[in-house]
């Protein structure tokens, strides 16, 4: 054995290690140098010459696209609100029933017959009993009583899903429903007529 130190191994040791001088590949030094390459073009695209949109501008304008569709797709709801039948496929209804009881029951109990909000379950309805009504009602919401407009919380199918399944709680029997409150009691004036 000779003494002439092995070429491939370097001085370099830690814990009885020696390192080992191995070439890297290649195709991996030409791969890392396209890295800093694309590195050094991204930065100057972006960020020297300004010459693309950054992630903010490129947010804000996909923002405004999808504002348009969306007040487009509202103002169409709202143009067809006074046409809208009750949907009857089950999959809406089921829906509505789950956004129902997750929105709606708080102020209206779970089967319609009303708490902080109106029995849904008569025929006395305070702001219009037909179904146009009922989607206008949840949908602009009442304020001044408490009713939150939700056209900003639901897509306009969700508000015909859940205006769908109320109109399926008319006549139902809840126990101790709220009395009905669009009519002044029979021995009280009606000081709005």
């Known amino acids: 054995m000779s003494d002439a130190p092995d070429p491939l191994l370097l001085d370099h040791e830690a814990d009885g290690i020696r390192e080992l001088d191995n070439q890297l590949p290649r195709w991996w030094v030409w791969l890392f140098n396209l890295t800093i390459l694309f590195a050094l073009c991204y930065l100057g695209f972006y960020h020297v010459w300004a010459k693309g949109d950054l992630m903010l501008a490129e947010y804000q304008r996909e923002m405004e696209i999808g504002d348009a569709i969306k007040a487009k797709a509202l103002a169409q709801f709202e143009a067809d609100l006074a046409?809208?039948?009750?949907?009857?496929?089950?999959?809406?209804?089921?829906?509505?029933?789950?956004?129902?009881?997750?929105?709606?029951?708080?102020?209206?109990?779970?089967?319609?017959?009303?708490?902080?909000?109106?029995?849904?379950?008569?025929?006395?309805?305070?702001?219009?009993?037909?179904?146009?009504?009922?989607?206008?009602?949840?949908?602009?919401?009442?304020?001044?009583?408490?009713?939150?407009?939700?056209?900003?919380?639901?897509?306009?199918?969700?508000?015909?899903?859940?205006?769908?399944?109320?109109?399926?709680?008319?006549?139902?029997?809840?126990?101790?429903?709220?009395?009905?409150?669009?009519?002044?009691?029979?021995?009280?004036?009606?000081?709005?007529?």
Request: glycine share 10%.
């Open 83 to 193: 046409t809208l039948v009750p949907l009857e496929d089950e999959p809406a209804l089921a829906q509505g029933g789950q956004i129902f009881a997750q929105m709606c029951a708080p102020c209206h109990r779970g089967d319609g017959g009303g708490l902080v909000g109106p029995n849904l379950t008569d025929d006395y309805w305070i702001h219009g009993a037909a179904f146009k009504d009922n989607l206008r009602t949840i949908y602009h919401g009442v304020p001044d009583k408490g009713m939150v407009s939700w056209k900003n919380l639901l897509k306009p199918r969700e508000v015909l899903a859940v205006g769908s399944y109320i109109y399926t709680l008319r006549g139902t029997q809840p126990p101790k429903p709220k009395p009905p409150e669009n009519q002044a009691p029979a021995n009280v004036p009606n000081i709005y007529e």
